[in-house]
């Protein structure tokens, strides 16, 4: 049994409370550990062991903070095989997904953030006219939160504590109590690397008693958060009224559009990619594919034999395409979709069923699910169900297309494949996302605004964004004189 403790003012401690919650390992459905079950107490433990760093932290230079994050990034690439099969035991990805892609990232985005931190400046506007020079100081907030969600545990944990400490903030963190385990193996790396005690605390336990005891401390001064809509705006309406500081990465819904002129093999890789990588649990994921009416039958064919080939399995098996889903709840729900886009009339192309994995019987795997639809009002369409499922529907032009797209509440992302330059840029101008891919999918650059519109959220993260979240923009105004 894996026993999993809080990291609070650079140690590694037990819940005040003693309480731990089980943790299980989806891929098997057995129990492989403990998590604390941290409350208030524990928060307030954590944000005291905050507060007392942040002096130190905030007045220390960049180089000393940067080399800091670089040493972190470097012993999170050094332990990468240990990260990567700690993350597929947790979360039930494939463990080579976890060594290509989250793993790696997370230590890139420490380093990223260990760089963008030294090229951070701020504005001046000077006014000579009236011997005036105003300059904005970015200074940090003080204490702030950051709480992620279970389906890129440590990718998307790291992505708000580096640059949330890269410019000088002292962190209290909860990463998902779904999927601990790699966040507990960060807190060894930061002793490790020397970070001084007290500036990055993590905190685990459940959202509803430890994030919200974060959401509601009364002296943190930001919440960065990655989640679900409907907890994005509880902790709006909780975090709101002491106007704090609020970045909300959420659900999304995103189309995935496929125009006849597109390069065809191209698209139909990356649209299983988009469709089905993480078990379809990615806020990117593009779970609702549109298709030009002039393609769709070839398109339709075409992608329910290359998913009938693709394998549903043991995570750590090199040829495995889909691990398991992230727990027996999620994967229930999952079903239930499942079950009501059918009730609803949709037909069911290919998968729609648990899968008995061999040797694995209790986890929790399903099959990569293809429904075909012929309206977008059908709940498939508009709500997030965060599994395997994507649904087909025809579209005859691109006024009706941008038109389905739109017609949802979420708006993170969304994909475009066509050859024709000026339809790609019409689509980006008007397609009401956060973020538009053209003839891709998950294309990262981490200097881009990362976010979405709508219901998928407020804010955007990445780059210099992040660093002007984190920081409060003081103007200082000088009158000189000439003499
Ligand atoms: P979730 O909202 O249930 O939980 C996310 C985190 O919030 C967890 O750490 C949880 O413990 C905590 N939490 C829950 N209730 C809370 C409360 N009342 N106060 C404070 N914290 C609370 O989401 P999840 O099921 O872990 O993740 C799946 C969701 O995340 C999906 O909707 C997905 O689209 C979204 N997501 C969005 C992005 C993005 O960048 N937009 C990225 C990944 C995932």
Redesign the pocket.
């Known amino acids: 049994m894996i026993k999993i403790e809080n990291y609070i003012n650079g140690q590694l401690v037990s819940p005040l409370s003693e309480n731990y919650l089980d943790n299980y390992n989806p891929s098997t459905g057995k129990i492989y550990g403990q998590i604390p079950n941290s409350d208030e107490n524990d928060v307030e433990k954590a944000y005291q062991a905050a507060e007392n760093a942040f002096p130190l932290w905030s007045k220390s230079s960049t180089e000393y903070r940067s080399k800091i994050l670089q040493r972190i990034a470097d012993l999170i690439f050094e332990n990468l095989e240990e990260f990567a099969l700690a993350e597929s035991k947790d979360n039930g990805k494939p463990l080579s997904l976890a060594t290509a892609v989250d793993i790696p990232r997370a230590s890139s985005n420490f380093s990223f953030f260990a760089k963008a931190i030294t090229q951070f400046s701020s504005e001046s506007h000077e006014n000579s006219a009236i011997n005036t020079i105003n300059f904005t100081l970015r200074q940090p907030l003080g204490v702030v939160g950051c ?6 545990p440590l990718y ?1 944990f790291t992505w708000k504590i580096a640059p949330a400490l890269a410019s000088g903030n002292c962190v209290v963190a ?5 999927t601990p385990y790699t966040a507990y193996l960060l807190s060894k790396i930061c002793i490790e690397a020397g970070l001084p005690k007290g500036v990055l605390n993590i905190v685990h336990g ?3 008693s430890c ?2 005891a ?2 509601s401390h009364p002296n943190i001064k930001a919440i960065s ?5 409907k ?1 994005g705006q ?2 709006a309406r909780t975090a709101a009224p002491m106007f704090k500081k609020l970045s909300l ?4 819904k995103n189309p995935n559009i496929i125009f006849s002129d597109c390069n065809y093999d191209k698209m139909l890789q990356v649209s299983l990619k988009s469709s089905f990588a993480n078990q379809g649990q990615i ?1 990117l994921c593009g779970s609702r594919i549109f298709v030009e009416a002039s393609i769709y039958d070839k398109f339709k064919a075409d992608f329910v034999e290359k998913v009938s080939g693709m394998k549903v399995g043991n995570p750590l098996e090199k040829n495995t395409d889909l691990g398991a889903l992230v727990s027996k709840e999620h994967l229930e729900k999952v079903d239930e979709y499942v079950q009501k886009a059918i009730q609803e009339g949709g037909q069911l192309l290919y998968g729609g069923k648990p899968v008995q994995v061999n040797d694995f019987e209790e986890g929790y795997y399903y099959q990569p699910t293809i429904i075909e639809v012929d309206s977008n009002q059908c709940t498939l369409n508009q709500e ?1 169900v ?1 599994g395997p499922v994507v649904s087909l529907m025809k579209f005859s032009s691109e006024e009706e297309v941008i038109a389905l797209a739109n017609d949802t509440k979420y708006g ?1 992302s969304a994909s475009v494949w066509t050859s024709n330059i000026d339809r790609s840029m019409r689509m980006s101008q008007q397609l009401k996302t956060g973020i538009v891919w053209v003839n891709t999918w998950l294309n990262r650059d981490l200097r881009t605004p990362f976010g ?1 519109t709508k219901s ?2 407020v804010g955007r993260e990445g780059g210099l964004e992040a660093l002007r979240f984190f920081t409060e923009p003081k103007n200082v105004c000088i009158q000189y004189s000439i003499e």
Not at 249 to 252: A, I, T
């Open positions: 709480i992620s969600p279970w389906n890129l998307l909860k990463p998902s109590e779904v459940l959202g509803a994030g919200n974060i959401v958060f990655t989640g679900g809509t907890t509880h902790i990465e959420l659900g999304g806020c997030e965060f993170l979405g998928s959220g």
